[in-house]
């Protein structure tokens, strides 16, 4: 069955940085663009970065650009989401979600369980 396991999140100090991973199991995942996505508590999840598929051509939400890379490896099946310059406010769950339209329409089939990001000194 598809799965998306997301690891790497942790206790961060101000400025550190941080590499989520994304593994992808049951599908290929080249075939797919995958989204990285994060969520406070009790406020709306907010997409973050995503990535095509045949082409690896990288979007960002404009509040995270040149701090947050997302890159993959089709041959190891996972996605990455590199994260440099924490803040405070990047405080969050981080899930990973398959998209069906390289990235253009959202639309997000599949997600994972979410790992957690703290960044506190």
């Known amino acids: 069955q598809v799965q998306l396991v997301e690891s790497g999140g942790g206790l961060v100090q101000p400025g550190g940085s941080l590499k989520l991973s994304c593994a992808a199991s049951g599908f290929t995942l080249e075939d797919y663009a995958i989204g990285w996505f994060r969520q406070v508590s009790g406020k709306q999840r907010e997409g973050v970065s995503c990535?095509?598929?045949?082409?690896?051509?990288?979007y960002y939400e404009d509040s995270v650009k040149g701090r947050f890379t997302i890159s993959r490896n089709n041959a190891e099946d996972t996605v990455y989401l590199q994260i440099d310059s924490l803040k405070p406010e990047d405080t969050a769950v981080y899930y990973c979600a398959r998209e069906k339209t390289d990235c253009h329409l959202g639309q997000y089939d599949f997600w994972g369980q979410g790992t957690q990001v703290t960044v506190s000194s």
């Open positions: 990535i095509a598929s045949h082409d690896g051509r990288a």
